[in-house]
């Protein structure tokens, strides 16, 4: 995965807003106000840092020590930082990001969880 598909993939998904409030470098992808992603700019390989479930995020990082790490200036409990070295297929990393996204549109109000999933945001 590149920062393209990267990107693409991010602002296919409902209610998603882009920006970089950490300077030009730091891309921050947020659903409702509420940051599910953020990847640098400039690294290579793609790097990109992700919410996940603390158990799920104990697993990964078990299974995938060269992929899967805590985020760096993040929560390391409920952030990941993934690297698109190609240890993870694309599959996987489509997932990671669905899970980010679903964990934080589940963690909204309800109101705006519902008027999200109803285009109205």
Partial sequence: MH??????YCLSKRGVTE??????DTLVFKVADKMFLLTGLDGQPLVFSAKCDPEYAIEL????PHAVRGAYH??????NEVVC???LDDQLLIRLIDHSYELVVMGLPKLLRERLLNNLI
Avoid: A, T, V
């Fill in 74 to 79: 993040m929560n390391k409990r409920h952030w």
């Fill in 85 to 87: 070295n190609g240890e």
């Fill in 3 to 8: 920062i393209e598909q990267l990107r693409d």
């Fill in 19 to 24: 920006s970089c409030p950490f300077g030009p």
């Fill in 61 to 64: 990082r078990e299974r995938y």
